[in-house]
């Protein structure tokens, strides 16, 4: 009785094995002229249930800033500097390489790898790390950020998440919290009712949403940890767009208890509401600068919905988007210096980034439904929302526009991304 | 029946959490964290790490896609399709609330019903198509639903009979990626509720 129902538990596990673990598949069109060729060397590793080695290359190929060596090409696997034969890697026209090793230590991994210069014939980088078997993915994040940031300069982003919008049918929303690179989807919230809108609290450890659970909008801000949530807005009519404040003590919000979408500040502690903007038209989707001055919003108080500036004390409201028909959900870069927004020209959607000092747009994707654009923390890639046959997924594209990546979930329909600070 | 079936549902969903959780992680903290929704109607939530958990408690949903929620209740003019009061949904053009024409008659219909029946309550729910953000779209249903009800409430009826709410294009009336969905979907839906 016992082992039948052990048998019982097994499968129910193997069972949602493909939901936790395989929801999508990653790809990659594109990559910069001037990528580095770089070779990680499939770590020495018995019995360790995570390709570390193969998880470092997968991140460092999506990123668009390196030539990834195919394992085949390979003529030897060193796993330690000193074994290595730097002549031989210099002859596959290798600028560097990555080497290391996993050791299982009684339940616990030691993970120790090292990042090598071809040329200099020397070690640019060398850690050890213990992990225990559920962070072994995330150890081989943190290796990949490590990495990343030595080659370029610019921090890492692999150990980020992203949250999501993903819908099974009419009445299955759930809002869901995946790692950058689609692995280990977890639902936070589900509702038979609509789910949107999700946004990152500054110290990523809340998330803001709207959900229509009551049959009319409301916002809640839920911890991750714990998943308790608190209703933060449900007023008549709309309640939507949360921003946060960079200092996580205000949320921006559009209400139209006042008759008509305006721009509102809440403040979280107190409770208080400033009203921003005042016109009789369609102002919402605000979103903050990184400095917290400026507040940018959509307002079809033009006739139709473009960017506008204000104040985020309130006046100040000037109109700062004037190629094309349609420009809204505005996502600022980290730095301030450019602006992520949805950029419509005769029923083309697409994604495009504004230089906030010369105001000239750049088309970074080619449509005809792309929406809800978020930088990356480091400012490298925007990840968007995007449909093709009818399926929503999501995208990635370099700032430059060049690279391109594709996360297709294999069920269901999956929108508005948000990545983690 | 319906009852069991979501007993065993809610059975067989905790012995997966829990089954799997004995395999893998372990902080107790973040399985008792789990706070699920209160009430009929509330999402249902989940720490992060927690496992899948358990999905969709909720019983009663509103069902209101299409004709209005409710309606079978009401007179058989609802039904015959003679008669205006059997349209129950306002169809409008692209980034637009303005109400067309063809539609005048049919919130004349409703109003007059209304009218004749003061304690009969509806829900106009706004929608958009697919184009465009999610946000804006919101605005837009939202704006849709109170022209319907601006016009209904010059014809007389109370506004204490009228709600409005907006799910911008979250609630497709058709699926798809062309004009033939869209034009489906910018639409207003007059839903009926109570006897």
Same mark, same amino acid.
């Given at each position: /009785?016992?082992?039948?129902?052990?048998?019982?538990?097994?499968?129910?596990?193997?069972?949602?094995?493909?939901?936790? !673990?395989?929801?999508?598949?990653?790809?990659?069109?594109?990559?910069?002229?001037?990528?580095?060729?770089?070779?990680?060397?499939?770590?020495?590793?018995?019995?360790?249930?995570?390709?570390?080695?193969?998880?470092?290359?997968?991140?460092?190929?999506?990123?668009?800033?390196?030539?990834?060596?195919?394992?085949?090409?390979?003529?030897?696997?060193?796993?330690?500097?000193?074994?290595?034969?730097?002549?031989?890697?210099?002859?596959?026209?290798?600028? !560097?390489?990555?080497?290391?090793?996993?050791?299982? +230590?009684?339940?616990? !991994?030691?993970? %120790?790898?090292?990042?090598?210069?071809?040329?200099?014939?020397?070690?640019?980088?060398?850690?050890?790390?213990?992990?225990?078997?559920?962070?072994?993915?995330?150890?081989?994040?943190?290796?990949?950020?490590?990495?990343?940031?030595?080659?370029?300069?610019?921090?890492?982003?692999?150990?980020?998440?992203?949250?999501?919008?993903?819908?099974?049918?009419? %009445?299955?929303?759930?809002?869901?919290?995946?790692?950058?690179?689609?692995?280990?989807?977890?639902?936070?919230?589900?509702?038979?009712?609509?789910?949107?809108?999700?946004?990152?609290?500054?110290?990523?450890?809340?998330?803001?949403?709207?959900?229509?659970?009551?049959?009319?909008?409301?916002?809640?801000?839920?911890?991750?940890?714990?998943?308790?949530?608190?209703?933060?807005?449900?007023?008549?009519?709309? +309640?939507?767009?949360?921003?946060?404040?960079?200092?996580?003590?205000?949320?921006?919000?559009?209400?139209?208890?006042?008759?008509?979408?305006?721009?509102?500040?809440?403040?979280?502690?107190?409770?208080?509401?400033?009203?921003?903007?005042?016109?009789?038209?369609?102002?919402?989707?605000?979103?903050?600068?990184?400095?917290?001055?400026?507040?940018?919003?959509?307002?079809?108080?033009?006739?139709?919905?473009?960017?506008?500036?204000?104040?985020? %004390?309130?006046?100040?409201?000037?109109?700062?988007?004037?190629?094309?028909?349609?420009?809204?959900?505005?996502?600022?870069?980290?730095?301030?210096?450019?602006?992520?927004?949805?950029?419509?020209?005769?029923?083309?959607?697409?994604?495009?980034?504004?230089? /906030?000092?010369?105001?000239?747009?750049?088309?970074?994707?080619?449509?005809?439904?792309?929406?809800?654009?978020?930088?990356?923390?480091?400012?490298?890639?925007?990840? !968007?929302?995007?449909?093709?046959?009818?399926?929503?997924?999501?995208?990635?594209?370099?700032?430059?526009?060049?690279? %391109?990546?594709?996360?297709?979930?294999?069920?269901?329909?999956?929108?508005?991304?948000?990545?983690?600070? | 029946?319906? =009852?069991?079936?979501?007993? #065993?549902? =809610?059975?067989?969903?905790?012995?997966? #959490?829990?089954?799997?959780?004995?395999?893998?992680?372990?902080?107790?903290? #973040?399985?008792?964290?789990?706070?699920?929704?209160?009430?009929?109607?509330?999402?249902?939530?989940?720490?992060?790490?927690?496992?899948? *958990?358990?999905?969709?408690?909720?019983? *009663?949903?509103?069902?209101?896609?299409?004709?209005?929620?409710?309606?079978?209740?009401?007179?058989? &003019?609802?039904?015959?399709?003679?008669?205006?009061?059997?349209?129950?949904?306002?169809? $409008?053009? =692209?980034?637009? $609330?303005?109400?067309?024409?063809? $539609?005048?008659?049919?919130?004349?219909?409703?109003?007059?019903? #209304?009218?004749?029946?003061?304690?009969?309550?509806?829900?106009?729910?706004?929608?958009?198509?697919?184009?465009?953000?999610?946000?804006?779209?919101?605005? =837009?249903?939202?704006?849709?639903?109170?022209?319907?009800?601006?016009?209904?409430?010059?014809?007389?009826?109370?506004?204490?009979?009228?709600?409005?709410?907006?799910?911008? &294009?979250?609630?497709?009336?058709?699926?798809?990626?062309?004009?033939?969905?869209?034009?489906?979907?910018?639409?207003?839906?007059?839903?009926?509720?109570?006897?």
């Amino acid at each position: /009785m016992v082992f039948l129902r052990n048998i019982v538990m097994v499968t129910l596990c193997a069972l949602s094995l493909p939901n936790s !673990y395989a929801a999508l598949t990653i790809e990659v069109t594109g990559g910069t002229e001037s990528a580095m060729p770089v070779a990680v060397v499939p770590f020495a590793a018995t019995a360790v249930p995570v390709d570390i080695s193969g998880i470092v290359n997968a991140d460092l190929e999506r990123s668009g800033y390196f030539k990834m060596m195919a394992q085949q090409a390979m003529q030897s696997r060193p796993s330690s500097a000193s074994e290595v034969n730097f002549k031989e890697w210099q002859t596959l026209v290798q600028d !560097y390489l990555v080497v290391g090793r996993v050791d299982n +230590n009684g339940g616990q !991994y030691d993970v %120790q790898f090292q990042l090598l210069d071809v040329n200099k014939s020397g070690q640019l980088l060398g850690y050890k790390m213990s992990s225990s078997t559920n962070d072994l993915r995330r150890t081989a994040h943190h290796i990949s950020d490590l990495i990343f940031e030595k080659l370029t300069g610019k921090k890492g982003v692999f150990s980020g998440r992203i949250a999501y919008i993903t819908s099974n049918g009419r %009445q299955n929303h759930q809002l869901q919290v995946a790692d950058v690179d689609g692995f280990n989807p977890q639902t936070i919230a589900s509702s038979p009712e609509p789910l949107m809108s999700p946004a990152w609290s500054p110290d990523g450890k809340r998330v803001a949403y709207v959900s229509f659970e009551r049959h009319s909008a409301a916002i809640y801000i839920q911890t991750l940890a714990t998943g308790q949530r608190e209703r933060v807005a449900e007023f008549p009519g709309i +309640n939507g767009a949360p921003a946060w404040s960079p200092d996580g003590t205000r949320l921006a919000l559009t209400l139209s208890k006042d008759g008509n979408p305006d721009i509102f500040i809440l403040n979280l502690a107190s409770r208080s509401l400033l009203k921003l903007s005042k016109s009789t038209a369609i102002d919402t989707e605000p979103v903050w600068s990184p400095d917290g001055s400026a507040i940018v919003f959509t307002s079809d108080r033009g006739g139709k919905p473009q960017l506008y500036m204000a104040s985020s %004390q309130g006046g100040n409201e000037k109109r700062i988007t004037f190629s094309g028909d349609y420009n809204a959900r505005a996502s600022f870069s980290p730095d301030g210096r450019s602006l992520a927004m949805v950029h419509g020209n005769g029923g083309n959607y697409r994604i495009a980034v504004m230089d /906030m000092a010369s105001r000239g747009i750049s088309v970074l994707t080619s449509g005809p439904s792309d929406e809800s654009p978020s930088f990356a923390p480091n400012g490298s890639m925007i990840l !968007y929302a995007s449909k093709k046959g009818g399926t929503g997924f999501l995208s990635a594209v370099s700032v430059d526009g060049k690279m %391109q990546q594709k996360l297709m979930f294999s069920n269901g329909e999956v929108r508005e991304p948000a990545w983690s600070p | 029946m319906k =009852l069991n079936n979501s007993v #065993l549902i =809610l059975a067989i969903s905790t012995l997966l #959490l829990t089954a799997c959780a004995d395999t893998e992680d372990k902080d107790p903290s #973040l399985l008792d964290g789990s706070q699920a929704g209160t009430g009929i109607g509330d999402a249902s939530t989940n720490g992060l790490n927690n496992g899948t *958990g358990i999905n969709g408690s909720e019983m *009663g949903g509103s069902g209101m896609y299409g004709s209005g929620d409710g309606a079978s209740s009401l007179g058989p &003019e609802f039904s015959d399709p003679n008669n205006p009061l059997s349209k129950r949904t306002i169809y $409008f053009m =692209l980034d637009s $609330f303005q109400i067309q024409q063809d $539609f005048v008659p049919v919130i004349a219909a409703h109003s007059q019903y #209304l009218l004749a029946n003061p304690s009969q309550h509806i829900t106009l729910e706004g929608h958009g198509d697919e184009r465009g953000s999610r946000e804006y779209n919101i605005a =837009l249903g939202e704006q849709r639903a109170k022209s319907v009800a601006s016009i209904m409430k010059i014809q007389g009826v109370s506004d204490s009979q009228i709600g409005i709410v907006s799910y911008g &294009e979250e609630k497709p009336a058709a699926f798809g990626n062309d004009e033939s969905a869209w034009e489906l979907n910018r639409r207003v839906e007059i839903n009926y509720q109570g006897r």
